[in-house]
């Protein structure tokens, strides 16, 4: 599998139903590239690379985390260059971090997890790290001709949930921030929902990035959530 190309300066590997894998994002700036996700682990992030180079485009210089959910950061050990996530999914991956401590937390999350157990099938240990940098409410990375405006929002998923715009191509990545919260029995709290839905219709943006999805329209995503709150 390759990397899309969404516009001339963002691309993406696709999401992958059968691990259940999300999407990760590669953005080009004229110095640095940046890429969003870190995957759901060191497999995830060659294969990531693997479409990178075969595109002829250099590693990314910084790897963004949207939350800490270990679809999206079981694969932070194996990144490269500088990583970033909001102070609250550092402190949800320590968390992360203690429990693997035990030698059967691997095994309970293969029990549990069809999608873990099908990723981590030949795998007996996790390697769980926390960012390189962390940010409490937004921070910004000039890349050379292209913006990544990083912050933190309200959101049904996630405490910890981050999104990222990129004003020059009029993309907003947005993680899973609109689905429910499956680490609190599939609860969607609405009011979450409706704060969210404020901060997308707030933003510039073509395009609206969801991590288990194809790329949608803004007033699409916008109707979507709408019809659902």
Known sequence: ??????TDRIYYLEHEPETDRPMLAYIRGDKWSLA???????SHVADFYGAIEAEHLKKPDFTVITHWHYDHTFGMHAVSGVSIAHEKTNEFLKKQQEEAEDSGY????????????REYADLDRLDIVLSDLEFSDRMTVDLG????????????????T????IPE??????GDSTSEDFFNDGYMDRDKLASLIRTIRSMDCKYCILSHCEPLGK???????????
């Not at 599998?1 to 969404?6: D, E, F, N, S, T």
């Not at 969003?36 to 060191?42: M, V």
């Not at 691997?106 to 157990?117: C, G, P, Q, T």
């Not at 001709?145 to 910890?160: K, V």
């Open 106 to 117: 691997i095994e309970a999350l293969k029990r549990e997890d069809i999608h873990f157990r």
């Open 145 to 160: 001709g292209m913006t990544a405006r990083i912050f933190h929002t309200e959101a049904p998923h996630s405490e910890d």
């Open 169 to 174: 191509e009029k993309v907003l990545f947005l």
């Open 1 to 6: 599998m390759g990397l899309k190309r969404l």
């Open 36 to 42: 969003i996700d870190a995957g759901y682990s060191s």
């Open 162 to 165: 981050a999104c990222i715009y």
């Open 219 to 229: 007033e699409d995503l916008l109707c979507y959530l709408e019809s659902i709150l």
